[in-house]
């Protein structure tokens, strides 16, 4: 997904990728070092609290990129009660702040799905963890913004099935680990294309 601005007078975009840390996030990260950019990774705190997955956060962080919340499992959030979505995103919170060391500025929903139940549940936890993000169109400056997710089909209602996956053998790929693939592959080419345009990543 992109979301463009016509106001901005630098030459800037913000690339932000979902669903991580996964195997690919490492050659993303290889990408925007490449083109001296930076991005913003939405993480799931059941993939932070993984200490086969939190060094590629860490990571992230000492790249210069920038780490978000994503929520804890993945769940369609105005699905759930208020006090789930609280402790989704708090739990989030406590892992990815655990692997990083950083203080998390921004939350997405998964599936950019909130309304105003969700954004008003997500207030106690956005008051004690910093600015969040409510509805993901911006990085908080309105810069234009490239999105990617890198969700797998659910293994419960609304959620992903990144946490009960994360070990899959990756020799072993699934579909959707090979349409990942691709998709971090295509990082690459879209970050040559705008080092061409005199386009810089940001967070």
Known sequence: MIDGRDDIREQVVALTFDDGP??????????????????????????AADERRSPTLRRVVESGSEVGNHTYSHPKLPTIRDAEIHDELERA???IQAATGT????????????????????????????R?????????VGLPTARWSS??????????SACTTAGRPTNQPSSAGRRVKRRSEAVGVILEAMTA?????VT
């Open 22 to 47: 996964s195997e690919w996030t490492g050659q993303i990260l290889e990408h925007l070092a490449d083109h001296d950019g930076h991005g913003t990774f939405f993480a799931l705190g059941c993939l």
């Open 93 to 95: 919170a406590t892992a």
């Open 103 to 130: 203080t998390l500025r921004y939350w997405r929903p998964p599936f950019f799905h909130v309304d105003e139940r969700v954004r008003k549940a997500s207030r106690t936890v956005r008051s004690r963890r910093g």
């Open 132 to 140: 969040l993000l409510d509805d993901a169109v911006g990085l908080g």
């Open 151 to 160: 969700c797998s089909s659910g293994s419960g209602p609304g959620r992903s």
């Open 197 to 201: 345009r005199g386009l810089r990543s």
